[in-house]
């Protein structure tokens, strides 16, 4: 069942974000195209808290994963170049690869079915190391001694480490930095004018200042050494130069048509080349959220009615998904406003917590669906509320995680039968597969 569009429909959306700034729970640059043309484009809240500065269509922020994105289309552009094949193994190209890397391919590492543990899961990782400037080849050192999660392409876990490998590999294929050869080839090219790789903030004009929510209250987002996002999550840009992004990846002009479809090709999990590939209001959808310390940000596209919703926050953990769903529920006039999380947001929930002595809930993922399950009520799928909350899709139960949007969530709650039961979560017992 569908609703009438509003006939304003800036005005109706806009009317739909200000209970949350007024929450202070987002805050940061909006923007809906139909066809490319912006049906909402503005700014909301408060970019610069100190200087009580508010936010504009143009301020540029942290992107976070979506950064795989420009990688994804640099590989493919060497791929076009003949100088890689997607089933090359991972020891061709990086040869400093452990041997049970073996039978790991450029595939493998642009879908998340690599089995190579993700350095940012590193317990503690965000409280500590993620302060001191690393170079990729000491990212990557942070887990290759670790053993594989799983067979090479047998199970989708996201991982940012396999995307610092993607970018060594066009660094010694280009034989250009990471950073120079994605302003050459794509940036520069497509007129991406706002949009970069930031070495820090300070060196960026119109960048705006990160926050977080922390105890009840907003404040500066914690410092993140900018070298350790790298290929997987440094680049920066604005909700325009990202429309012109979308627009310009769809249309084949820093790829080839053939490259394209393999980007926004299922291959399986719900995912092709750091991309989402879903169905929301019964319409096929193309998504990708990023989190990095002081930013949320998310990219959808619509292709069959080429509608696309960009929300970028200066809050960690803003709920940006759900005000993007909500954005194109109101569009659409749908009257179901489930929110679709892409899997990069879901890798945060999946692992083990302790409920009790006893009991543990296990959370799993298949590409964008979530799954929990006890020792006495089985896997069961659950259904997003918003960014953080989910429902049992057949049992009478919500489930809460507490995270921040960067690290993996460490806490969660359930509440069910008018009780509430929280667990934190355990690292010595994998989740159940």
């Known amino acids: 069942m569908t609703k009438p569009i509003p006939s304003d429909y800036a005005e109706a959306a806009s009317a739909l974000i200000a209970p949350l700034v007024a929450a202070d729970l987002f805050a940061g640059s909006v923007l809906v195209a139909k066809d490319g043309a912006p049906l909402l484009r503005r700014g909301f809240g408060l970019a610069d808290r100190q200087r009580n500065v508010v936010h504009t269509p143009t301020g540029k922020f942290r992107l976070g994963s979506l950064t ?20 090359d193994e991972i020891a061709r ?7 049970h890397w073996r039978g790991v391919t450029l595939f493998h590492l642009l879908t998340h079915t690599s089995g190579i543990p993700s350095y940012t899961s590193i317990p503690g990782f965000f409280r500590g190391m993620a302060q001191r400037d690393l170079i990729p080849r000491e990212i990557i050192a942070l887990t290759e001694n670790q053993a594989l999660e799983f067979p090479p392409g047998t199970q989708f876990r996201y991982c940012n480490g396999g995307y610092i490998l993607l970018g060594q590999v066009i660094e010694r294929l280009s034989r250009r930095t ?19 790789y930031e070495h820090g903030a300070e060196s960026v004009p119109a960048h705006v200042p990160g926050y977080r929510l922390q105890n009840g209250r907003i404040e500066p987002a914690a410092y993140l050494a900018m070298s350790l996002p790298y290929a997987a999550g440094a680049i920066y840009s604005t909700a325009d130069d990202l429309l012109a992004w979308q627009r310009a990846l769809t249309a084949a002009k820093p790829i080839s048509h053939a490259s394209v479809d393999l980007t926004f090709a299922d291959h399986g999990h719900d995912y092709g080349f750091a991309w989402g590939i879903q169905r929301q209001f019964g319409r096929r959808q193309f ?20 509608l696309a919703v960009i929300v970028l926050a200066n809050i960690q953990g803003a709920p940006v998904q759900k005000i993007a769903g909500d954005l194109a529920a109101l569009h659409f006039g749908a009257a179901e406003k489930r929110t679709v999380l892409d899997a990069a947001l879901l890798a945060d929930y999946v692992g083990a917590y302790r409920l009790g ?20 009520y089985g896997r069961q799928e659950f259904l997003a509320k918003d960014d953080h909350t989910f429902v049992g899709k057949m049992i009478d139960w919500e489930i809460f995680f507490q995270a921040d949007g960067v690290e993996r969530a460490d806490r969660v709650t359930v509440r069910r039968g008018g009780k509430e039961l929280n667990g934190a979560r355990i690292n010595d017992v994998p989740p159940a597969e």
């Open 68 to 87: 795989k994105q420009f990688t994804a289309a640099a590989i493919l552009q060497l791929m076009e170049r003949g100088l890689l094949s997607l089933d």
């Open 93 to 99: 190209h990086y040869p400093e690869a452990p041997a």
């Open 178 to 196: 990471y950073p120079e050869y994605i302003r050459e080839n794509i940036l520069l090219p497509l007129g991406l004018e706002d949009t970069g």
């Open 357 to 376: 002595p006893t009991r543990i809930l296990r959370v799993t993922q298949e590409g964008a669906r979530l799954f929990v399950g006890t020792e006495d």
């Open 287 to 306: 998504v990708h959220a990023g989190g990095i310390n002081g930013f949320s940000a998310v990219l959808s596209h619509y292709p069959d009615d080429d």
